[in-house]
């Protein structure tokens, strides 16, 4: 495509739709040499603003990322169109900023390499702290607001924190456990119908186990998914029957080498990754039981 771009004599490559959408317009505008401008139509994913592509299997399995060095020219999200989409895109890519500030932060203890090159800035910090907040302050009402295809004050915040907060804090402040484990559970085929943002809800609460976060924090980020429709266990993420035999795999994968599990201030073992897999599973089928009658929704997902 980025041959057929040239051939034609374009002089800029716009990409409007989705992930898969904008990660291909950057692989086709950064070989060319062309400007490129990035229309989302969905906030699923912190893809919009970053200078990453990240590349899958024609089976949906994790490939690659692929690193351009130069970012988006230009960015233009109108959040009209993003209610007007479905909302378990909005809900989705919550899940995938909610892991932005805890994935920031350990990997600012580390000061390993962030996606954008050199060490993690405590702007990043600061601007993936703001992006957690915002979620967990307005994420509800925007998913309600998106619901009746509203756009309300709550719905610019969390498309915002969204695209742009969880954006510059991922690139700039680095990438932990939570999208490695994102990346292992796309070996197993009962995922793929899950989409990014929903595993990487699923990731996160793992990260949070092998951290050894206070149970306050555990409890906070696994209530508000029950709470705004994100996964919070293997069954919620379409594989329940998952063997220790099949988060083996998962956690090889996720452990492979140049995988950001390795930002984490602790050397992690494929085994370790399993135990915790297990426990965030039953952790959060555990808050599901505990919160059932209450005011939680059901995830969106199913
Ligand atoms: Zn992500």
Request: net charge negative.
């Amino acid at each position: 495509m980025a041959e057929a771009a040239s051939d034609a004599g374009a002089d800029a490559i716009v990409g409007i739709g989705g992930g898969k959408t904008m990660d291909t317009a950057k692989s086709v505008a950064h070989p060319a040499g062309l400007p490129l401008v990035i229309v989302p139509t969905i906030a699923s994913t912190d893809a919009p603003t970053s200078a990453v592509a990240v590349v899958y299997t024609e089976e949906g399995e994790f490939h690659e990322y692929r690193f351009f060095g130069r970012n988006p020219d230009a960015v233009i999200v109108d959040t009209s169109v993003i209610a007007g989409a479905p909302v378990r895109f909005l809900v989705a890519g919550i899940g995938d900023g909610l892991s932005t500030y805890f994935e920031a932060d350990a990997s600012s203890r580390t000061r390993k390499e962030t996606m954008a090159g050199g060490a993690p800035t405590q702007a990043a910090l600061a601007i993936a702290r703001l992006c957690y907040d915002t979620l967990l302050e307005h994420g509800l009402a925007a998913r309600l607001a998106v619901e009746q295809g509203a756009v309300t004050p709550a719905v610019e915040k969390v498309v915002e924190a969204n695209t742009l907060l969880s954006g510059l804090g991922f690139e700039s402040g680095g990438l932990g456990a939570a999208h490695s484990v994102h990346n292992g559970l796309t070996a197993l085929e009962g995922t793929h119908d899950y989409w990014h943002g929903e595993k990487v809800a699923f990731g996160l609460i793992t990260m949070l186990v092998l951290e050894e976060r206070p149970a306050e924090v555990l409890e906070e980020v696994v209530d508000f998914c029950l709470k705004v429709g994100l996964p919070v266990s293997l069954e919620d993420i379409g594989v329940e029957n998952a063997s220790r035999e099949d988060l083996e795999g998962v956690a090889e994968a996720a452990c492979a080498e140049g995988e950001t599990i390795h930002n984490m201030p602790i050397e992690i073992q494929p085994a370790m990754l399993v135990d915790a897999m297990i426990a965030a599973d039953a952790f959060g089928r555990e808050r599901r039981a505990a919160l059932e009658g209450e005011a939680s929704l059901p995830a969106v997902a199913n």
